[in-house]
């Protein structure tokens, strides 16, 4: 939709003509009537008026030119002196962070204790079913993974992700062996028992449900659909040996999505629970790989294939709080983050389907917190003060069209990038030995430069995006009712 825009020169322009004919018609009319009054006229009386009256008009113009050339510093402030635009100002940004972005930390922390103790519950039971030996198993513990756990979470506080690892049966050994979907895009793992092994012989059961055969020399893969529908079916028991407790809070289920998820649906009851938000829990089954390292199922594999991606969060984790100890006590590198996946929010809303699926594909959450954190690793600390915080946004921007433009943002973790980590970081073997992973293999050359154009756009027009976005919202998770919130 087109906005008209007054254009200030042809307005004054048109005014001083039209006071001009007033001041004419105002002159000649006063002349004949004071021509007509006394039979004779003053010329020298006359011209001497006729001057008087240009010479206020005159005064009026530049005064009223000088008061509406004021409103134009503003807009000149977002160009560069060559004529360029830059971006929107601190100010505008700090309001609608205020207003949209930061999540409040009591209704977040409603939120987060809420799922912590259901999924502990579900995940104990779990662990205490008393299953046949040859059969897959909670391993009886859980990771809070994801950015409502890593303090840049936008939106409304009601996703949430949890890694629950799961147990093999006794005897059974399967080895991680590294297939590259494609060249440089993100690693797929098979977990493949040893050749000739007898274990899946001697538990036919168990073979026929959870192995795929592959080869004639007699080697078998883990299949993550059958991880996937046993451990749809397991939580379903839990949650019907937990749901009593619960019931007078909130409302529970369990769904099994198109995109093989398995979501935890929470409706809650009163406003002690979450603050009358309704939640979504995405529980991810996981299998240990050592070094705290996971695998999950790969979420572009197609189902009759059995790839498995790796999961690193408490690597992740652990980078994100040593950085966190090293930067200064008022850094802004979290707010980057989130008015990074604004500015991302806002850049979208105006695409259609096909084109918004993709602009959020190339500039997922993980991808903007992969180019956040090289940035932070490569940036003194002293840098990321709040004061700094339009120069960190604009690096981030920078950052991201140059990889863009590059077609190329490697996986931080992924392909033992040297220099980069520190040695706490601690990651298996098999995670070293893999090349390094590009995020946006699977994207055209055309895709990426659309993206890389649409950023700096968006980057320059925020201002408008911001008033014509999310007019309906005053604020996100900060103006719920609750009434635990005045005993604070």
């Known amino acids: ?72 510093v503003t807009k000149r402030g977002l160009h560069s002196a060559a004529g360029k635009p830059v971006g929107p100002k601190r100010e505008l940004l700090e309001e609608h962070f205020e207003r949209h972005v ?96 007898e274990w899946p012989r001697r538990h036919k059961t168990f073979t026929d449900a959870y192995l795929r055969s592959k080869g004639p020399l007699g080697v078998y893969r883990l299949s993550p659909d059958s991880v996937l529908r046993w451990f749809y079916c397991a ?46 829990v995405r529980l991810i089954p996981a299998l240990p790989l050592g070094d705290s390292a996971f695998l999950v199922a790969s979420p ?19 980078l994100l709080g040593g950085l966190k100890s090293k930067l200064p006590a008022s850094s802004c590198h979290l707010k980057c983050l989130q008015l990074l996946k604004e500015v991302r929010d806002l850049g979208g809303q105006t695409l259609d389907r096909r084109a918004g699926a993709e602009w959020k594909e190339v500039l997922s959450s993980y991808v903007l917190k992969t180019a956040w954190l090289r940035l932070l690793l490569s940036t003194p600390s002293e840098a990321w003060e709040d004061r700094q915080l339009m120069n960190r946004m604009e690096d981030l921007l920078r950052f991201l069209r140059d990889k863009l433009q590059t077609r190329s943002l490697h996986h931080l973790l992924l392909g033992d990038e040297k220099g980069l980590l520190s040695e706490s970081v601690c990651l298996p073997k098999v995670v070293k030995e893999m090349a ?53």
């Open 436 to 488: 390094p992973s590009n995020l946006w293999a699977e994207f055209s050359a055309d895709a990426l430069d659309l993206v890389s154009a649409r950023l700096s756009y968006t980057w320059t027009h925020l201002p408008r995006l911001i008033r014509l976005g999310r007019p309906q919202r005053t604020s996100l998770g900060r103006g719920v009712h609750c009434k635990h919130i005045d005993a604070e």
């Open 300 to 318: 572009g594999a197609q189902r009759s294939e059995d790839f498995w991606t790796v999961y690193l969060p408490k690597q992740e984790q652990k």
């Open 1 to 72: 939709m087109s906005v008209y825009t007054l254009n200030l020169r042809v307005f004054w322009l048109l005014v001083t003509c039209f006071l001009c004919i007033l001041l004419l018609l105002h002159y000649f009319i006063l002349r004949g009537s004071e021509e007509q009054a006394d039979g004779c006229s003053d010329q020298g009386t006359g011209y001497v008026l006729l001057m008087k009256y240009v010479l206020a008009f005159a005064l009026c113009y530049f005064f009223i030119r000088y008061c509406s050339s004021q409103p134009g």
């Open 102 to 197: 930061r999540l409040s930390p009591h209704v977040l922390g409603h939120s987060k204790a809420h799922v912590a103790k259901l999924v502990s519950e579900l995940v104990r039971v779990g662990r205490a079913d008393v299953l046949p030996e040859s059969s897959l198993a909670f391993r009886g513990d859980f990771v809070q993974i994801g950015s409502s756990y890593e303090e840049h979470k936008v939106g409304s506080p009601d996703c949430f992700d949890i890694l629950v690892p799961l147990k093999l049966p006794r005897g059974l050994k399967l080895e991680p062996c590294s297939h590259g979907n494609k060249p440089g895009g993100v690693p797929l793992v098979t977990l493949e028992t040893p050749r000739k092994e």
């Open 235 to 280: 939580s379903q028991r839990c949650l019907s040996a937990v749901r009593y407790p619960f019931e007078q809070r909130c409302l529970l289920s369990l769904s099994l999505s198109e995109g093989q998820r398995v979501q935890l649906h929470l409706t809650p009851r009163s406003d002690y629970v979450c603050c009358h938000i309704s939640m979504g």
